[in-house]
């Protein structure tokens, strides 16, 4: 069995390839992987230290406006194309798997061309353009949300998968995970996630909900800050003369490395709205309050967000409108009613597919054969 996989740019689309990568390698040791990036995205990093064989191509994001840019990016995607052909002829793969990314675009078209069965996979709510595109002539189309299809051609062969997590993520247990990290029973739990680029806006609220939560027997906050913004909380603090480690009810951190326990022990979770992130949380039936990123393409992260929202699995607050009231706000009245708070858990438990690898894998198998 030969793949090729091809995704990258950001995490979002490098981290689904890599664990469809694993599945494949868990069903058949024997299968040869090769992913197709570019020298400048993540992947070019992340796919070689993985272990998996890794070529690249040039191409491009397109740009809508007439210009030289754009003149020259389309140059650089017929370049593309033909270093993609050579790559596929080369390995002569049974299936391409394509997870977006501008890079997608050369490759699976390629392997269109060569008449080799091919998959997309979408994580968002609202699709890149370049799946969009490659819709139109991919064999079959994957999609974690099924908010996202109205926005596909009616002729795309889709499927409701759901976007692959970390088996970690579901088999972490709520009990053992609370008294391992010594938390009482009775209080509630938040863990907010402010740790990546882009999140600066949750770290600042918080150091307004900490100075109120400093002490509150009935909450225990777990702040992740990330690398880059824990200077700065821990800095605001300060200047209002709060010690979080004093609080007895306060953990800030540059980064959680068990973030599979905390998922498991925490009873509402505050973060952006990235396909990954919720993928994870439905999975686990966890609530949440999401800040959607507002400078994501095509601002796919409110979508995400607001598919959530509609079906009741999560409280939107728009990223211009997070202040530390607000959210302070948000936590106690979510805090008092439990009840509200199980209904919530329920819906998102119900928009969770934990199956989505297995699922992902009978479509390779299916295209395949």
Partial sequence: ?????????????????????????????????????????????????????????????????????????????????????RILKEFRPDIVIGTGGYVCGPVVMAAVLLKIPTLIHEQNAYPGVTNKLLARMADKVAVTFHESIKYFTPKADIEVTGLPIRPEILTSNREKSRVAMGLKDDRFTVLVVGGSRGARNINRAMTGVIARACGNADIHLIHMTGETGYRETVSSLEARSINPGSCGNINVTPYIYNMEEVLAAADLMVCRAGATTIAEITARGLPAVLVPYPYASENHQEYNARALEKNGAAVMVLDRELTGDRLWDLLTNLSKDRAGLEKMASRSLQMGRPEALNHI?????????
């Fill in 1 to 85: 069995m030969r793949v090729v996989i091809t995704g990258g740019g950001t995490g979002g689309h490098i981290y689904p390839a890599l664990a469809v990568a694993r599945g494949i390698r868990e069903k058949n040791n024997e299968a040869e992987i090769l992913f197709v990036g570019t020298a400048r995205g993540m992947e070019a990093d992340i796919i070689p230290r993985e272990g998996y064989s890794f070529r690249t191509v040039t191409v491009e994001g397109l740009t809508r406006k007439v210009s030289l840019r754009a003149v020259l990016t389309l140059l650089k995607t017929g370049r593309g194309l033909w270093e993609s052909f």
């Fill in 361 to 369: 894998l009978q479509i390779v198998d299916g295209l395949i054969r």
